[in-house]
């Protein structure tokens, strides 16, 4: 029998129960309670809502109650108009305050020496661009060579199809109507003469299509003429593109040489000079210290150099400046004459006061054949670089740089004016005197000497000659590029530069490796040395030692007394030894023996008592050239 139906509960469904309704008389004591309270002025307090089932119940936000409203106090007032004094009494004491200078006069405003930096550094960027858009002229020159040579391929090819076409069109004209078409020639009489007929009609169809064909080449080959043409088109304006974007700097450049003020260029000639040794020395501070004079003498009389096109022409100068004379009474052009106090001064065109303040800047830098700075130079490349500061594009070598500008007789000889020598070989910034600044491959540097006795000179602000001038007569000194001195047929001194063993700068010397540093031919000789080891063995050259000062030969005397030579005597307080590791160090390995074949065309040499069965036999030890 089943068991009887069970009604499930409220309380086991979780139903609600149910609400007891009021009664009459509940509600009637309800609702006088409510209307007690509000005689008496207290809120009704709301009834709370319950939920829709399946709600959340949210927050209810307050909105908050408004800020009140906050009035600006009088400080605020007179705080502004203390700023706005702030702010206004200097400008209207600038303007209202009388000019202390004539107009005209040498004032920088500043710090002349940051001044000097600043401009130094837009200077030496301005010039890096000038190079780079020269570099980038020269391979677009090479594109427009190309695609005219390209384009004259073309036109030749073009040449010929047009000669096959009209030959073949000639020979077309002249035939017979039988020729052109032999199948007109077929006679149903004479079955035997088909075969041949028929021959000569297919030989007439190939003729035919050979003219097709040349003149779809000719159409072909005066389309690549197009083509080339257009190539050269965008090429040569690529090309004129570039070589206007390079006038423009150049015209950039002369203006800030122009803006620099004498003050600062007071300052320029001394930024970045090198010590020199002894007398070097001596003559290269003699000379920076006579051209700043003149540059401060100039602007104690308010004397503002002009440009080199004012100056140009001796019979229109700009006020104030008359023509400057020679010996003979002769104007002198691309100078001019000023008063200084009570006497006559020449005055130089600012762009050669440019270039001049950036020559004697670089006095005492190395010499590096090749080298157009900014850290070193040969003697071509100095003059290049300065002028460039300047505004001026001159070519690199002396030879080229007497061949581009305006000759000047010795008589008229003016600071700023290149020095020509030695057949073409040798060229120097005229200083005055008989002070020449250049970079010599004689003393390793850049330093102030003697005018040559063959001397000519050549002034680069005049305008550029119609046809560049003759050659210079051979040079029969003997010596080479920028004073270089023949080479000797045994061994030399290792002296160098006016210095002395261990006390060499190393401002002087150029880097080889991290920590190591050489003569800098000595050291552009082991760059190509260590180029070529790598290729060879495919790791670097390894180097333990090079230049030694004074102090670290001492030092290494102390700790290897029975290898490292007597202080004051080691080639290595030249800069001009290396100690080398990584097999080099043990005579008979491939890496040794490499170097004793192929180290002699780089200018090293493992010195006889040096090599094995000598005096004293280190095969680490190498030097540049043959050495006392």
């Known amino acids: 029998m089943p068991a009887p139906r069970r009604t499930a509960s409220p309380r086991t469904t979780g139903a609600p129960a149910p609400r007891r309704?009021?009664?009459?008389?509940?509600?009637?004591?309800?609702?006088?309670?409510?209307?007690?309270?509000?005689?008496?002025?207290?809120?009704?307090?709301?009834?709370?809502t319950r939920p829709a089932p399946g709600r959340t119940r949210t927050a209810t936000r307050r909105r908050p109650a408004p800020r009140p409203t906050r009035t600006r106090g009088p400080w605020r007032a007179r705080l502004l108009v203390v700023g706005?004094?702030?702010l206004l009494v200097p400008v209207l004491t600038v303007l209202l305050a009388p000019a202390t200078s004539a107009p005209g006069a040498a004032t920088v405003p500043g710090d002349p020496t940051g001044l000097a930096l600043a401009a130094r550094g837009t200077l030496l960027q301005d010039a890096d661009t000038y190079r780079r858009l020269q570099t980038e002229i020269a391979a677009r020159r090479t594109v427009v060579e190309q695609?005219?040579?390209?384009?004259e391929g073309a036109r030749a090819a073009v040449a010929a199809e047009q000669a096959t076409v009209g030959g073949a069109a000639a020979d077309l004209y002249r035939a017979s109507a039988l020729t052109r078409m032999p199948v007109l020639?077929?006679?149903?009489?004479?079955?035997?003469g088909t075969a041949d007929v028929l021959y000569r009609q297919a030989l007439a169809d190939r003729a035919a299509g050979d003219r097709e064909a040349a003149v779809a080449r000719a159409e072909r080959a005066e389309a690549a003429v197009r083509t080339a043409?257009?190539?050269?088109?965008?090429?040569?304006?690529?090309?004129?593109?570039?070589?206007?974007?390079?006038?423009?700097?150049?015209?950039?450049?002369?203006?800030?040489?122009?803006?620099?003020?004498?003050?600062?260029?007071?300052?320029?000639?001394?930024?970045?000079t090198v010590p020199a040794a002894g007398e070097q020395q001596a003559r290269n501070a003699a000379a920076l210290q006579r051209w700043q004079g003149y540059l401060t003498e100039l602007a104690t009389a308010g004397i503002e150099p002009p440009s080199a096109a004012e100056l140009a022409d001796p019979a229109v100068l700009p006020e104030g400046f008359s023509p400057a004379l020679d010996a003979a009474g002769q104007a002198v052009p691309g100078v001019a004459w000023a008063v200084a106090g009570n006497r006559p001064v020449t005055?130089?065109?600012?762009?050669?006061?440019?270039?001049?303040?950036?020559?004697?800047a670089q006095a005492g830098r190395p010499y590096v054949?090749?080298?157009?700075?900014?850290?070193?130079?040969?003697c071509g490349g100095l003059v290049a670089a300065s002028y460039l500061l300047g505004g001026y594009a001159l070519p690199a070598t002396a030879a080229e740089q007497w061949a581009a500008a305006t000759v000047v007789p010795a008589s008229q000889l003016q600071v700023g004016d290149l020095v020509v020598s030695d057949g073409g070989l040798d060229v120097g910034v005229y200083l005055g005197g008989d002070d020449v600044l250049g970079a010599s491959a004689a003393s390793y540097q850049v330093g102030v000497r003697s005018v040559p006795a063959d001397a000519r000179a050549v002034r680069v602000t005049l305008p550029a000659p119609a046809e560049p001038n003759a050659p210079l007569p051979a040079s029969t000194s003997g010596r080479g590029a920028c004073g270089?001195?023949?080479?000797?047929?045994?061994?030399?001194?290792?002296?160098?530069?006016?210095?002395?063993?261990?006390?060499?700068?190393?401002?002087?010397?150029?880097?080889v490796a991290r920590g190591h540093a050489l003569r800098c031919d000595a050291a552009a000789g082991y760059a190509g040395l260590a180029q070529a080891y790598q290729a060879a063995f495919g790791t670097p050259l390894c180097i333990t030692d090079s230049y030694r000062s004074m102090s670290a030969q001492v030092d290494a005397f102390r700790r290897k007394p029975a290898l490292a030579a007597v202080p004051g005597t080691s080639n290595h307080g030249w800069a001009l030894a290396v100690d080398l590791c990584g097999g080099v160090n043990v005579a008979g390995t491939p890496q040794w023996t490499w170097m004793t074949q192929h180290a002699g065309a780089f200018g090293f040499v493992n010195p006889d008592w040096a090599r094995p069965g000598g005096e004293k036999p280190e095969p680490w030890h190498w030097e540049y050239g043959h050495l006392t």
């Open 21 to 48: 309704r009021l009664t009459a008389r509940e509600t009637e004591a309800l609702q006088a309670l409510l209307a007690a309270r509000a005689a008496a002025g207290a809120p009704a307090r709301p009834r709370p």
């Open 84 to 86: 706005l004094a702030t």
């Open 147 to 151: 695609a005219r040579a390209a384009e």
């Open 185 to 192: 020639g077929l006679d149903a009489t004479a079955p035997a």
């Open 229 to 272: 043409a257009a190539r050269v088109a965008a090429a040569q304006a690529a090309v004129d593109s570039a070589t206007a974007q390079a006038r423009s700097l150049l015209g950039g450049i002369r203006a800030t040489a122009g803006d620099l003020g004498l003050d600062v260029s007071v300052q320029l000639a001394a930024l970045g």
């Open 347 to 360: 005055v130089l065109p600012a762009e050669t006061v440019a270039a001049v303040s950036s020559a004697l």
């Open 369 to 378: 054949a090749g080298a157009a700075g900014p850290d070193t130079y040969d």
């Open 484 to 511: 270089a001195v023949p080479a000797p047929a045994g061994p030399v001194s290792p002296a160098w530069g006016g210095w002395s063993n261990g006390r060499i700068p190393t401002a002087a010397l150029c880097p």
